[in-house]
């Protein structure tokens, strides 16, 4: 690993650690105002939205300008957000506007690692990726329960006299510090040849590429698989968090602290999954690993026998090392044909899109069975059900291509 690489993955962990200790924050804030439940499913709407509504100009600016300088712009609009939320505005708002820069800052902080690494170190080095967003997710639940424990309430009681109120109010103080330092290192990162720089800036011609590069890599097969088995994990893979922290409470009898804490487990199981991935799976046979998503749909109703932790933990790092076995090669394999069809941007933008299309669909699905009063076992059975059932119909449709010598 030589200080490039480094630098790139070192600012991509502490924006992402930013990230996630703030949706906790965020949380807290709801809580403590009182909002109805089924608003926190609908604070991850408004981050996502961002994602599908930018898509068609996010590729094209992550192309168009060094990756490590759109970092850093991207990283200061989530910066923004952040203080937004500590000057009061609406958690909402500001989590939809932190939305925005995170949009911008996806098809940089993946598009780099296919111009600055050959084809062969891609799944190496999203392995690396990958473990180490979960690793700023698991940390992120961490520090995000910390914040807004006891504890936190208590020393943020002692600093009133600063403006701080609350113990979200502090963590949205820590969070803010943390975008800093992800800011320092986004200022280091090497720089590359500009990569499919469009020839023009039009609004309509825009549009019309994104177009073009949306129906070029779903119909490219390989592309096809790869796209869709991402876009169903980050649409599953926000829900469970969120379903993870019902079900802490409802199952085991945990705290806010607890089941925030708690959700650093599946994070746990991803990283391990993650890495054995990046040592075992090549990315020519990167198909085959759709039987574990099967797998892991059913072990995720298995969720719904316990109420021990101790067998909780061990079932929610499975569940985990399944998700990140089966994602990192087939996002490799997705930046790969992506990058060859259009380039690393453009192909991460139609990437970020279906993918958090899935996500508000998802989630919105969540917000509404929350509404219906359905219990969170009930929850728990129909999305294993989903997840297996449709990673069976992608294992049927293509586990059996043999077409990978275009890779």
Known sequence: MNFGFFTILAAQFFSSLADNALLFAAIALLEDRAAPAWQTPVL?????????????????????LPKGRVMF??????????????????????????????AMYSPAKYGILTEYLPPAKLVWANGWMEGLTVASIILGAIVGGILIGPNAEAVASRLQVTGIESAAELALVVIVAIYVVAAVFNLYIPRVALDHKLPKRTLGYILHDFWHCFRLLWRDPLGQVSLAVT???????????????????????????????????????????????AKYVHLERSVKVLPVGVAMGLVVIAMTLTNDWRVAFVLLTVIGAMAGYFVVPMNALLQHRGHLLMGAGHSIAVQNFNENLSILVMLGAYAMMIRADLSVYSIIVVFGVFVALAMSYLWHKHGHDQDQGRI
């Not at 991850?44 to 168009?64: R, T, W």
């Not at 991207?74 to 708002?93: D, E």
């Not at 409470?249 to 959700?263: D, I, P, S, Y």
């Open 44 to 64: 991850q709407q408004f981050f996502v939205f961002s994602y599908i509504v930018l898509a068609p100009f996010v590729g094209p600016f992550a192309d168009a």
């Open 73 to 102: 712009v991207s990283n200061a609009v989530k910066f923004s957000g952040c203080l937004a939320m500590l000057a009061g505005l609406n958690p909402l708002y500001a989590y939809g506007l932190v939305g925005i820069g995170a």
């Open 231 to 277: 876009t169903l994990f980050w649409g599953a893979g926000a829900t469970l968090r969120l379903i993870v922290l019902t079900w802490a409470a409802v199952a085991l009898g945990f705290n806010r602290e607890q089941a925030t804490q708690l959700t650093a487990v599946v994070a746990v199981g991803i990283a391990l999954g993650s890495v054995l991935a």
